[in-house]
Nanobody, 120 residues
Framework: VQLQASGGGLVQPGGSLRLSCVVS????????MGWYRQAPGKQRDLVARIFSGGATEYADSVKGRFTISRDNAKNTVYLQMNSLKPEDTAVYYC???????????????WGQGTLVTVSS
């Protein structure tokens, strides 16, 4: 399983970006796809995640500004980021967590990261 993230770049405060992450390989039924970010000198934190059934979770700092979605037919997860702020500047990583079955452990896969810079 491999994850390929794209869509980062430089944007002015108040602007928008859409990140994409394509998964190559099989995704098992019990899964959750998400986006994390890591700013310089800080730990990697959850931004948003979406479960196989469609439920979503967001960090408080991005609620109302970011939207996560997935296209199961394309094995792709998206992160639409609006009203971007300088504090959103970070490397964004996509994540796939899945189980092959109830008796199996969760497996974690990561993309390579894409840099988002919010600056005027």
């Amino acid at each position: 399983v491999q994850l390929q993230a794209s869509g980062g770049g430089l944007v002015q405060p108040g602007g928008s970006l859409r990140l994409s992450c394509v998964v190559s390989g099989s995704i098992f039924g019990m899964n959750v796809m998400g986006w994390y970010r890591q700013a310089p000198g800080k730990q990697r934190d959850l931004v948003a995640r979406i479960f196989s059934g469609g439920a979503t979770e967001y960090a408080d700092s991005v609620k109302g500004r970011f939207t996560i979605s997935r296209d199961n037919a394309k094995n792709t997860v998206y992160l639409q980021m609006n009203s971007l702020k300088p504090e959103d500047t970070a490397v964004y990583y996509c994540n796939l967590r899945m189980k092959r079955g109830a008796r199996f452990a969760w497996e974690d896969y990561w993309g390579q990261g894409t840099l988002v810079t919010v600056s005027s």
